[in-house]
């Protein structure tokens, strides 16, 4: 029974200790940094948007079609530079929310098994982080697709 109350003054210990030099974080500025970050990367893409409509003379339905194959390229080549992996560590989730960061989740993986090959390592690792995000968007969005079906047009 005192090996046990031992054990357990023991895991206290190292766990207040771990408490103790462990870097608090600071919830208030991770949340602005990630408002600024993200708000920044909608206003370039409703910059890119603007541009396409504008300059580019693109429908509202083109443009924004251009505007996100645009976004996703810039994430995917900024994330090849190491430029986006910076960016997250500093902004958290302002960087992953846009659509920005899912051109990060694909090529990322993609980057870090590069040295394995083109087809074990870049073409088995492209959708290994963002793959079941679009399994289940998919799924769901077929499953919802038919219930919505069955509700609007009955049987």
């Known amino acids: 029974m005192s090996e046990q109350k031992n054990s357990n003054q023991n895991e206290?210990?190292?766990k207040d200790y771990v408490d103790e030099i462990s870097p608090k974080p600071t919830?208030?500025?991770n949340y602005i940094l990630a408002f600024i970050v993200g708000g920044i990367i909608c206003m370039i893409g409703q910059g890119i948007n603007d541009a396409y409509m504008n300059i580019g003379g693109l429908n509202k339905q083109d443009?924004?079609?251009y505007t996100s194959i645009t976004l996703i390229f810039i994430g995917a080549f900024l994330t090849g530079l190491g430029v986006y992996d910076l960016l997250g560590k500093r902004a958290g989730a302002g960087?992953?929310?846009?659509?920005?960061g899912f051109a990060n989740s694909?090529?990322?993986?993609?980057m870090e098994y590069k040295r394995e090959g083109y087809v074990l390592g870049v073409g088995a690792n492209l959708f290994k982080i963002a793959g079941p995000v679009l399994v289940y968007g998919v799924g769901s969005s077929i499953l919802f697709g038919f219930i919505y079906y069955i509700f609007k047009v009955g049987f």
Do not use: E, L, Q
């Open 12 to 14: 206290k210990k190292y």
């Open 27 to 29: 919830y208030v500025k």
């Open 95 to 100: 960087s992953i929310i846009p659509i920005t």
């Open 106 to 110: 694909i090529v990322s993986p993609a």
């Open 63 to 65: 443009a924004a079609s």
